[in-house]
């Protein structure tokens, strides 16, 4: 069995290779698979870096516009149910997370709300 590098002890196409798998990942969601590039060099991964990031930008950008409409669906959600009878914001987030079934946890409700994690942490 051999012993993990360090990232000190990579080679530089070693090191590269790792961060294409990384950048992969936050561009695509998933670990690439059956692309070998064992057969690359340091310029292959400088062009494919450039073509991740541009991805890894437009992901983050629609994340963000996706973030932010939710969070206005949400606001809106718990105003009309404060309107409806909630006596404060708390109980109007207690009852959102009754009827998705989240078990008062707040980051799981943030997950099925589509919002910013540590959302209700930093509205309260």
Avoid: N
């Amino acid at each position: 069995m051999s012993d993990f590098k360090s990232w000190e002890e990579m080679s530089d196409l070693e090191r590269a290779s790792c961060t294409f798998w990384d950048m992969y990942k936050d561009a695509y969601g998933v670990r690439p698979r059956g692309i070998d590039t064992s057969g690359w060099t340091l310029a292959d991964f400088d062009r494919e870096f450039a073509s991740l990031g541009q991805v890894i930008e437009a992901e983050e950008a629609q994340r963000r516009e996706s973030e932010a409409e939710a969070t206005a669906r949400v606001e809106k959600a718990i105003d009309t149910l404060m309107r409806s009878g909630a006596r404060d914001r708390a109980t109007a987030i207690r009852w959102l997370h009754e009827s998705h079934d989240t078990q008062g946890d707040d980051e799981y409700l943030c997950f099925q709300l589509g919002l910013p994690y540590g959302y209700f942490r930093k509205a309260a």
